[in-house]
């Protein structure tokens, strides 16, 4: 049975989606792709959404304003179960802007690998991600299913740290290692149909990333009447971190203030060549 609140959500969406198509009167909302950002935990996320949503300033594209597709379960961190995906993002109609934390399993692949779909990914470092992280679960969410243990169970930043890059795989409900928990994520930087992006990137050639992000969606099917050296100004002045309800700092390249030699020998043993694979180490000498 769908509940009051969903059914007024869904109303929400129908009137977005109605002022879009008024506002770009001869590009048809249903001809558009439905746009997707997709990312690992703690990477960015705020950041591709508020990018994706600029294109509701070029184009008739609007927030689902559904909520996030996700893997987990939030309150619990149980595995949902993939019909329940799959059942999320059958919902995004095109023109629709939607986000989540998805692994690359193949049915998820080839659903956001789609015509009609424009999927974007972003990652992070995952010494960044694992700081983050503490102050995240630490500070920021106190639903988050191990607030109580980091807040009273752990007595340090240390100790956090340490559980952030081991995990908790003693748990009913496994939190495992950062190296297993980017593993699953892994696939969709093989997928030519999804644009793979570096937080980092973003914060460093923004333009060029957005040039990048640009040229993708309107490859995807996104239709505008824009210039693309406009468009990338619209894009530009969507980007407003301070607006993220989990915005800290918004740097990369942080985790060299929190990590001790302890904590570097640790990622180490624990990821062995990840940092590698994903392109911000050449080897084990950092």
Do not use: C
């Amino acid at each position: 049975m769908v509940s009051p609140a969903f059914t007024a959500r869904l109303a929400r969406r129908r009137l977005r989606r109605w002022l879009a198509q008024a506002r770009f009167a001869g590009l048809p909302i249903g001809q558009m792709p439905w746009l997707f950002g997709n990312s690992f935990p703690k990477s960015g996320t705020h950041l591709l959404t508020q990018i994706l949503a600029g294109f509701s300033g070029l184009g008739p594209v609007a927030a689902s304003g559904m909520p996030p597709v996700l893997t987990f379960e939030g309150a619990s961190g149980q595995p949902r179960p993939l019909n329940a995906i799959l059942a999320d993002l059958e919902r995004l109609q095109p023109g629709d802007i939607g986000y989540g934390h998805l692994h690359a399993l193949p049915q998820l692949v080839s659903k956001l690998a789609s015509p009609g779909a424009a999927a974007y990914f972003i990652y992070r470092d995952p010494r960044d991600v694992v700081v983050s992280h503490v102050f995240y679960v630490t500070d920021i969410s106190s639903r988050h299913v191990h607030h109580e243990y980091y807040m009273h169970q752990l007595k340090s930043f240390d100790q956090r740290l340490e559980v952030s890059i081991l995990g908790r795989p003693e748990l009913e409900v496994p939190f495992p290692d950062v190296r297993a928990r980017f593993e699953p994520y892994l696939g969709w930087l093989e997928q030519p149909a999804v644009l793979s992006l570096r937080y980092e990137d973003l914060l460093q050639d923004t333009l060029g990333q957005l040039g990048l992000i640009w040229d993708y969606t309107l490859q995807r099917g996104f239709q505008t009447r824009s210039s693309r050296e406009n468009g990338l100004k619209v894009l530009a002045r969507a980007i407003q971190p301070e607006d993220s309800p989990t915005f800290r700092s918004g740097r990369s390249g942080g985790w060299k203030k929190h990590f001790t030699p302890a904590h570097k020998k640790l990622f180490k043993t624990v990821t062995g060549d990840l940092l590698q694979r994903l392109g911000y180490e050449k080897d084990q000498n950092w």
